[in-house]
């Protein structure tokens, strides 16, 4: 079975600072990954998806992740986050062959002060 | 992309009854998926749908409190039954479209009192 862990409960930062959440899986075959967001009060948008290829995806927003197998991980990175940043962030992976669910992790919520 | 509606957006339920939700789909899919996201956590997975078969629950879900239907490819319900105030949530369907990527629903959101 599948399981995903994001280290940081709640992070803070202020505005223009760096921003890497963290997320490790845990499967024995290939899966895809996947960073949503959940503004507050509203529901989940996909923020990027790693599927094959390059293993640094871009997404929305200025977002990017990077896939390395080796650790098992897939970080969220931005470089300067902004206010309208916050939100709470969910890593998320099924496995590669078709029609699978997610299996999320718990979720980071990222506050971002002026 | 796919577009998922659900119904109701929102209900305020009382402790005992029973709520069905809707998930409707604009084009055929093979799988759908429901899933609950209680208040300040994650999205954990009820159960998977299949048409023309019974629907699989993962562990700690049980058909007697969450039957699900499937009668068509692009239409599902997930009933919650004999409510209890723990069983506020927003509950969401998903399907997968395409290679893997997964779309999800506006979300029901529900208050058990």
């Known amino acids: 079975a599948q399981s995903v862990s994001q280290h940081n409960h709640h992070v803070i930062l202020s505005e223009a600072a760096s921003l890497e959440l963290g997320c490790n899986y845990s499967?024995?075959?290939?899966?895809?990954l996947f960073w949503y967001v959940q503004y507050p009060g509203q529901h989940l948008q996909l923020l990027l998806k790693?599927?094959?290829?390059?293993?640094l995806v871009k997404g929305i927003k200025g977002f990017e992740a990077e896939f390395i197998k080796s650790k098992f991980s897939f970080n969220l990175r931005k470089p300067s986050v902004q206010w309208s940043d916050t939100a709470e962030y969910f890593c998320?992976?099924?496995?590669?062959?078709?029609?699978?669910?997610?299996?999320f992790g718990k979720g980071t919520r990222l506050s971002v002060i002026a | 992309s796919a577009v998922i509606s659900q119904k109701p957006s929102r209900d305020i339920c009382q402790r005992g009854t029973s709520l069905t939700i809707q998930c409707q789909v604009d084009?055929?899919?093979?799988?759908m998926f429901w899933y609950r996201q209680q208040p300040g956590q994650s999205l954990t997975l009820i159960a998977t749908?299949?048409?023309?078969?019974?629907?699989?629950?993962e562990s700690g879900f049980v058909i007697d409190k969450f039957p699900i239907s499937r009668p068509n490819l692009t239409f599902s319900t997930l009933t919650v039954s004999n409510m209890s105030p723990e069983d506020s949530s927003i509950y969401l369907c998903?399907?997968?479209?395409?290679?893997?990527?997964?779309?999800f629903g506006p979300g029901t959101r529900l208050t058990v009192t």
């Open positions: 790693y599927f094959s290829g390059d293993p």
């Open positions: 749908a299949n048409q023309g078969s019974e629907a699989t629950y």
């Open positions: 084009s055929q899919v093979t799988m």
């Open positions: 998903s399907v997968n479209r395409g290679q893997d990527e997964q779309y």
């Open positions: 499967y024995g075959g290939t899966v895809n």
């Open positions: 998320a992976v099924n496995a590669a062959r078709g029609n699978t669910p997610l299996v």
